[in-house]
């Protein structure tokens, strides 16, 4: 389990999160929602301390982090092992073959033994859809392609949890929905996602959990079934904007 309490964070004079209060449950999808500039990237990347707040108290499976405080390094190092971020441009290495780009981690982080980090590397490719490319290079893919390399590649170091940060917002629509659907199986074996995007119909149906960030601050937070059939006029207006 994921928790914060009131989790601030700062940018100059901006308050990017007001006192957050949140929990991400493991083996199920989360899914923040929220305007643009109201602090949902903020918010994932403060996961895995890619940003990190000011204060508030950071608790991953009851080993409680207190940020008003400097973080040692070796807990960010084991909080990251645990929290793989998927972005928005997948930033694959561009001079590493696909199935290198997978096994990377696995070999040189995890220190798992090359033959069965590339015979794994063989059964996420395949899980994507993408069985036979192991040998190109990331320019010969499509985006959609790109970003199925790099979920195979979260999947590969088999964190607690994957956040993915608009993953599709870079794709034409026929691209985003084949990546979208492998998001969608992946949800069903009761993998622990945190996903932020603005696709309405895919939260809808991928979401165990909604939260929406607006200003800042966690406006809701709770099954789809409230969220979509709100009476809150923000959340509705919200809503009605995106679909
Ligand atoms: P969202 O992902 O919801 O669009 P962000 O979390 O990226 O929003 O940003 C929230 C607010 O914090 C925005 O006003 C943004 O301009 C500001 N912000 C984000 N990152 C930085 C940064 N590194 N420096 C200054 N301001 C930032
Ligand atoms: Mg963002």
Redesign the pocket.
């Known amino acids: 389990m994921l928790k914060l309490t009131n989790i601030n964070k700062t940018?100059?004079d901006?308050h990017?999160l007001k006192d957050i209060n949140v929990t991400f449950n493991e083996h199920a999808t989360t899914v923040i929602l929220?305007?643009?500039?109201?602090?949902?990237?903020?918010?994932l990347r403060s996961l895995n301390f890619l940003e990190q707040p000011e204060s508030g108290l950071y608790d991953f499976d009851g080993t409680i982090l207190d940020l008003n405080k400097p973080v040692a390094d070796k807990d960010i190092f084991r909080i990251r092992r645990e929290t793989e971020m998927v972005f928005q441009n997948y930033n694959l290495f561009p001079h590493l073959t696909i199935v290198k780009n997978i096994t990377e981690g696995p070999v040189q982080v995890l220190k798992q033994n090359k033959a069965t980090a590339t015979e794994k590397a063989h059964e996420l490719l395949a899980k994507v859809g993408l069985a036979g490319n192991e040998n190109k290079f990331p320019s010969q893919l499509s985006g959609g392609q790109a970003q199925r390399v790099a979920i195979a590649r979260s999947l590969a170091m088999d964190p607690k949890y994957i956040l993915l940060d608009e993953p599709t917002s870079a794709l034409d629509p026929e691209l985003e929905l084949e990546v979208l659907k492998v998001l969608v199986e992946i949800a069903k074996e009761k993998r622990s996602m945190i996903i932020?995007t603005h696709n309405m119909a895919f939260a809808q149906k991928i979401a165990d959990k909604i939260i929406f960030?607006e200003n800042g601050e966690i406006l809701f937070d709770g099954s789809k079934e409230t969220f979509f059939h709100s009476d809150n006029q923000r959340i509705n207006d919200f809503i009605s904007a995106m679909t």
């Not at 929220?34 to 918010?43: A, D, I, Q, R």
């Open positions: 940018f100059g901006h990017a929220g305007p643009s500039g109201s602090g949902k990237s903020t918010l932020v960030v």
